[in-house]
């Protein structure tokens, strides 16, 4: 219950984005947890992704509240349902879904000014609600769903510009201003970093709306970036908060409610295989290979000998996956050597499977923290956005093997260089090797295991992040605190 009588009301407001929606809506039901009314403002097809997510916190006794808006697919001329990036099936759709996101901004205003709420838990993208946040006199928070390292890297690479002093794409730079010595090419160094893009000043507003804010909230936890949580308040100008892993905090509520849906019938394949045997390959829900790359996956899965899951999803019309090998599926369903998915997978259950013994992955945030979790040690391949940055934390806690790959990509289309079987079998070997370097990955990871589950217990320091949080809000509304 809301202790001290004070009854908040905090509206969320996410990004039509997998990565950014999932892990603010978790948001919303911690802070139900804690007896804060929590409103998520969304569309219809948006809410049915995480509904089953309202129901759990119902069943445990704390109810969300969605408010629903009405979504301009004609006006975009998207297909019914195709209302965030993941459900999109090609670049013009992902471009109109974030159109999306500037057309709603009047309905999302008024919405908010109608139910007069006493704090805005904004995603990063929604820049205006600062300036609606100022006029209603209240808090407004910014969610970004990422971790502190990754701010950091990018700051310093903006106010230094060492990717600029560089001759070639290939060439080698250590970034300046840092805790730690990080190395980067000039390659794989965002687009907007090294000229000027749309996107750049789309992030140019992103960060003079976080000075704006009340304070930062990044799905992290300060035990694997003391340093880095430091360093941002250097240069932030706000508080932060790392309150993460988000998912985490709900294994026990969603296990006595019954939240865990029935068993996934890749988990009873699961069941059948040795422990810490099987790669997990999956790179997300809205990366897009071309043909060429999906066929060295899929060759050097089946060469690599090792059993397997792959999450691979089918273009739109595709009877088949393209660039799949002749025979390739019969042959893996005949050895019953792996499992193909190319609907929605149980990622958490799957990495938190015995059987998983490495995770190849693009090394998007949210997929880092499951592993982090589940102590599964990486295969890193990072694409494009935040991964390659997020790659670079990954290999300062030596909790994975890197595959070499370093141009990063301007979209989720990938256009980067093919990588060759041989590559993918070599990091797959290297990871799942009897080495002092696979042991020691392996260890490291039980470690960050550890560290990442006692965070989110009582005591832990993203438990103690949220009810501080919780509670200053509480004090604005009292009035025995001011906003900045």
Known sequence: MDSGGIHLHVVFLHAFVPGHMIPLVQLARLFAGRGVRSTIITTFHNALTFQPSVDRGMA??????????????????????????????TAEEVSAVLRSMILLQPQMEQTIRDLSPDCIFSDMFYTWTVDLADELNIPRLYFHPSNFLYQSVLHSLKVYGPHHEAKSESESFVVPGLPDKITMKRSEVSEHLKVKTSWGEVME???????????????????????YVEHNKTFKGTKIYPIGPLFQFFEKDDADTGGVPEKHGCLSWLDDRKPNSVIYACFGSMVRFPDAQITEIALALEECKRPFVWVVRKKVGEQVIGGMPEGFQERIEK??????????????????????????????????????????????????????????????????????????????????????????????????????????????????????????????SSFNGLTTLIEELKAIKLGSKSLP
């Open 60 to 89: 445990a006794g704390h109810p969300l509240h969605v408010h629903l808006l009405n979504f301009p697919a004609s006006e975009l001329g998207l297909r019914a349902g195709v209302e965030n990036v993941g459900a999109a099936a």
């Open 205 to 227: 507003k992103v960060a003079q709306s976080e000075k704006r804010s009340y304070g930062l909230v990044h799905n992290t936890f300060y035990e694997i970036e003391p340093a």
């Open 335 to 460: 050895e019953n050597k792996g499992l193909i998915l190319t609907e929605w997978a149980p990622q958490v259950e799957i990495l938190q499977h015995p059987a998983i013994g490495g995770f190849l992955t693009h090394c998007g945030w949210n997929s880092v923290l499951e592993a982090m979790v589940a102590g599964v040690p990486l295969i890193r391949w990072p694409l494009y956005y935040d991964q390659f940055y997020n790659d670079k934390l990954v290999e300062l806690l030596g909790i994975g093997v890197g595959m070499g790959v370093d141009v990063w990509n301007s979209s989720v289309v990938v256009t980067s260089p093919i990588i060759k079987k041989e590559r993918i079998i070599e990091a797959i070997g290297t990871l799942t090797g009897e080495s002092d370097i696979a042991e020691s990955i392996r260890s490291k990871s039980k470690v960050v295991s550890v560290l990442a589950k006692q965070a989110v217990e009582p005591g832990g």
